[in-house]
């Protein structure tokens, strides 16, 4: 079983005063969408937003997923994650979703989740490139949850993957998905001009 996590608590800060989760994803504002594509799934999603982010919230109230509101957010990722897994079902597995990974889909989490199914001697699944680099969206078995708690700065959860990397397995996502974020203006303007001309 499995809690899904997205992280929506950071500021945007190379958007130029637009808020990329907010950005017009098949007609729809991205982080929206992020949650959509979780509920797809049947696994209950969480959302993390800092506590200045009401629109952000407003964009998937009507959707049963649940808000956490993190103050720590102010920290960085580790912050975060940190406050948001405390939050969520004990018994469950982990996986974080980042919200501004624009491309990935349903069937990418679901991947990643029957990896889980046919390889049970890992600990962490993690979504990779379909050329091997590793991306998300990644799952974490719930014994490492403790392991949350002693996060700092803004590494995420890449300090806790660093200490076992013997037992992650990469599970290969379509194209170059599981790491497709678009940081920019300019980022946003290329994929959409990508998109358009497909």
Avoid at 126 to 135: I, L, Q
């Amino acid at each position: 079983m499995t809690a899904i996590l997205i992280l929506a608590a950071g500021q945007s800060t190379r958007m130029r005063g637009r808020d990329k989760l907010l950005e017009q994803v098949g007609g729809v504002p991205l982080l929206r969408r992020q949650v959509d594509m979780g509920l797809a799934t049947g696994a209950p999603v969480f959302v993390a937003v800092a506590p200045d982010m009401a629109t952000r919230q407003a964009s998937f109230a009507d959707l049963p997923a649940t808000p956490i509101v993190v103050p720590e957010a102010a920290e960085g990722m580790s912050g975060t994650l940190r406050a948001a897994v405390r939050h969520l079902p004990a018994e469950r597995d982990l996986m974080i979703v980042l919200g501004d990974l624009v491309a990935l889909t349903t069937a990418d989490l679901l991947a990643v989740m029957a990896a889980r199914d046919t390889h049970p001697d890992y600990l962490v699944w993690r979504g990779a490139t379909e050329n091997g680099k590793p991306g998300h969206p990644v799952l974490f078995a719930r014994s490492l949850r403790p392991s949350f708690e002693h996060l700092k700065g803004d590494h995420g959860a890449d300090t806790i993957m660093r200490s076992m990397r013997d037992r992650i397995k990469l599970v290969p996502l379509p194209d170059q998905r599981a790491r497709l974020d678009l940081d920019t203006p300019e980022d946003w303007a290329a994929w959409r001009a990508t998109i358009c001309g497909k």
